[in-house]
């Protein structure tokens, strides 16, 4: 494994030059707690997006999709706890006034009532909600109450029934859902990993109870497998199990998966058994009978056990980007350039797969260039790029981390040839331009991160 060489601020610095992500608002000096994902961000989101769905949904016969909107009923909020129980216990200092998160505060200056900033006074700890609460209809006078979802996971409960009745899934059965949540975090620091608008990839696995432990066991390995077929550093990835004090009162089991940020371990994504606890709570709340009817097993009712894989899509953005950076020392001539900066993404999320590039402008090779790029486009994402010397634009691409360049040379010219430079190795390979679709079709599934 290559040195380490990230820091966040490199990150963030790239991100921005490089087209990933933006400060929300940023001419109107931003908003915290909210990004902007440029021309590269979305694309390197929507593919991670794309991979999760095919890795849950299509590779698993039993698993299927839902898109649920973000305003709910504000009723499933009550059920689920989140009105009651989603807080942050939190302190002001009457002097700096300051708004601190209690818990992470040194706990004898908490005692003593002492502001960590200033040394003033602080107040009581008060519980704080961070739900995000919002009006509907056209009077607001607190009729129209509503919140905007803190997690995506209730609209796959609220949709159980529906989803059993409808598509006829037999128990074990899975609902995979990717969307926008909502939280008034107070502290939002370390760039994209905690903001306030967010999205999330969560599955919700409905099983018998009592084959609840073997499940879990099943989904903590197929999620730690997902990151080993990303590519991601697995030496940079662990486990950590809930210990009591922090075990939700519902949870029979919970493990995190955490990555090496630059800051340190912290929560990727989160494997949950949440035992019968919240369709329980919605058959209570709803007076809806959200029973499961084992029509195989003589009619047996019961409510299913969930087991929960819940992860961030943004945050496992920021964890691919740190994981893929690189600067790496190239030349020793003692030039600026014989350093380059490269991200090291699997092919398969990179924002760009190929990008190509003529040699010169003229001779018409340009035209050449245009007529391979158009090929490509049908199935690869593509970027075009006829300026600055070549050197230059593979060091672009490298800070995107397209991994495969085609460059197009007088040769191809005379004998229809290409070179192919890889990313990675940067070596080149010489290949007829009209075998490039299955050249890089079968690079990019032999793919192995060095
Ligand atoms: P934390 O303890 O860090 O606040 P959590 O345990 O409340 O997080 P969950 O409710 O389990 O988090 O959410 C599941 C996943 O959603 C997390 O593992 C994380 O990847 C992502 N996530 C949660 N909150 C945020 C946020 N504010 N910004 C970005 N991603 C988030």
């Known amino acids: 494994m290559p040195e380490s060489n990230t820091s966040m601020d490199k990150i963030v610095s790239l991100a921005k030059r490089r087209g990933f992500v933006f400060q929300s608002s940023e001419i109107y000096g931003g908003q915290a707690g909210a990004w902007d994902y440029g021309p590269m961000g979305v694309e390197l989101k929507n593919r991670i997006a794309r991979f999760w769905w095919k890795e ?7 698993i299927v999709g839902l898109d649920a909107s973000i305003l709910m009923h504000p009723k499933v909020w009550e059920a689920s706890g989140h009105v009651e129980n989603f807080t942050d216990p939190l302190v002001d200092c009457k002097k700096c006034k300051q708004r601190f998160r ?3 505060i040194d706990p004898d200056k908490l005692a003593r009532k002492e502001c960590p900033e200033c040394g003033g006074e602080l107040t009581d700890t008060r519980k704080f909600n961070l739900m995000f609460k919002t009006n509907i209809g056209p009077v607001d006078d607190g009729s129209g109450l509503i919140y905007l979802r803190p997690e995506t996971a209730q609209g796959i409960y609220v949709n159980f029934r529906n989803i059993v009745q409808s598509n006829r899934m037999k128990i074990p059965f899975g609902i995979a859902q990717i969307g926008k949540a909502f939280r008034n975090e107070i502290v939002t620091k ?17 099983v018998k109870p009592g084959e609840d432990e073997k499940y879990f066991e099943y989904w903590r390995g197929q999620r730690w497998a997902y990151y080993e077929k990303l590519g991601i550093h697995m030496d940079k990835l662990r486990w950590h199990r809930h210990g009591p004090d ?12 955490e990555y090496e940020f630059p800051m340190g371990f912290k929560e990727l994504e989160g494997v949950h058994n949440r035992t019968n606890f919240d369709l329980t709570r919605h058959q209570q709340f709803s007076g809806k009978d959200l029973q499961y009817i084992d029509q195989d ?23 691919v980007l740190c994981d893929a950076y690189e600067e790496q020392k190239v030349a020793d001539k003692g030039n600026d350039d014989d350093f380059r900066t490269v991200l ?5 999320i990179a924002p760009v797969t190929v990008a190509v590039l003529p040699l010169m402008k003229k001779d018409g090779l340009a035209e050449l260039a245009h007529s391979i790029r158009n090929e490509l486009k049908e199935d690869y994402s593509t970027d075009y790029d006829q300026s600055g010397a070549i050197g230059r634009r593979y060091r672009r691409q490298d800070e995107i981390g397209t991994p495969y360049c085609v460059t197009i040379d007088y040769q191809t010219k005379e004998d229809g040839t290409v070179t192919v430079r890889d990313r990675d190795s940067m070596a080149q390979d010489r290949v007829q331009a009209s075998a490039l679709p299955e050249y890089l079709r079968a690079k990019i599934k032999s793919y192995k991160r060095a």
């Open 297 to 319: 097993n003589g009619n047996e009712r019961y409510i299913p056990f969930i087991i929960e894989t819940s992860a961030g899509l943004t945050r496992q953005l920021l964890m």
């Open 102 to 104: 209690a818990d992470q």
């Open 344 to 348: 090291h993404i699997h092919p398969i």
């Open 246 to 257: 922090e075990l939700a009162h519902y949870a029979k089991d919970a493990y995190d998966i």
């Open 56 to 62: 849950m949904t299509q590779l698993h016969d039993d």
């Open 190 to 206: 370390n760039f994209i990993f905690r903001t306030c608008e967010f999205e999330q990839m969560e599955m919700q696995y409905f």
